[in-house]
């Protein structure tokens, strides 16, 4: 979303915990509580039955509407995950001092959509062999990661990742640079980039995937894939 801007070697490595900016107790701006698009709560507590999972792909933007769209899905918010500071704001993120990434909280019905369908968009949405980076958008907030809620996930993620690796080995490609790790503290974007393309809907987005096919491991797989 900067387009190319942040390309110094401070921007491309992660940044230690005793670096990181300090942050703050509360969130700096409010936090809106309903989706612009669905109607639903972006925000805890959801209905029961519900499941959540953290995705981060570049530009949180673009990547959120893949999303909101994808049926089953009952809603999604924008944030930041991954780092250290609490209750960033958007100019600590992109300075690359939080250690955080832009994601996608998305919160949806397991009956309708299953997690591996998720993994498939996730992975066919983006070019995850890129590092600290999405195209043009340079930094480590950009980069490629899964943050997964219990060992379930944990072991779909990491078998999900394994086929895609070898289906781009297979298509001459580089391996993942997928960061696979548990899920954090969520800490949601301010309110202008909450369904950022519903409210701007030719405003920027840089997702462009790897024209590879990503295989869905037989766990779960045959809801919503």
């Known amino acids: 979303m900067f ?18 900016l300090p942050g703050r107790d509360h969130p700096a701006f409010p936090i809106p509580t309903r989706h612009a698009v669905l109607g639903t ?7 029961v039955g519900l499941e959540t999972a953290t995705f981060a792909l570049g530009c949180f933007w673009g990547a959120e509407r893949l999303f909101w769209e994808t049926d089953g899905v009952y809603s999604t ?3 930041y995950t991954g780092g250290f500071t609490p209750n960033p704001t958007y100019e600590e993120v992109c ?7 832009e994601a996608v909280l998305v919160v949806f019905d397991p009956v309708k959509v299953s997690y591996e369908a998720l993994l498939r968009i996730f992975f066919e949405a983006h ?10 958008d340079i930094g480590t907030q950009y980069r490629s990661a899964l943050y997964y ?26 391996a993942t640079t997928t960061e696979i ?11 202008y980039h909450q369904q950022y393309l519903h409210k701007v809907p030719n405003g920027y987005c840089g997702l462009a995937g790897t024209g590879v096919s990503c295989p869905v491991p037989p766990a779960r797989s045959s809801v919503g894939s």
């Not at 219990?150 to 990742?161: M, V, Y």
């Open 149 to 174: 809620a219990g060992d379930e996930q944990r072991h779909i993620a990491e078998a999900t990742r394994d086929a895609y690796d070898e289906a781009l080995r297979r298509a001459g490609r580089e």
């Open 127 to 136: 070019d995850p062999t890129q590092g600290m980076r999405q195209g043009n």
């Open 41 to 47: 709560p972006i925000q805890p507590p959801f209905p």
């Open 181 to 191: 790790a548990p899920a954090g503290p969520f800490y949601y974007a301010e309110e």
């Open 95 to 101: 300075s690359g001092r939080t250690g955080h990434a």
């Open 3 to 20: 387009f190319g801007l942040h390309k110094t070697k401070d921007k491309t490595t992660l940044i230690e915990a005793s670096s990181a």
């Open 77 to 79: 918010a924008v944030g």
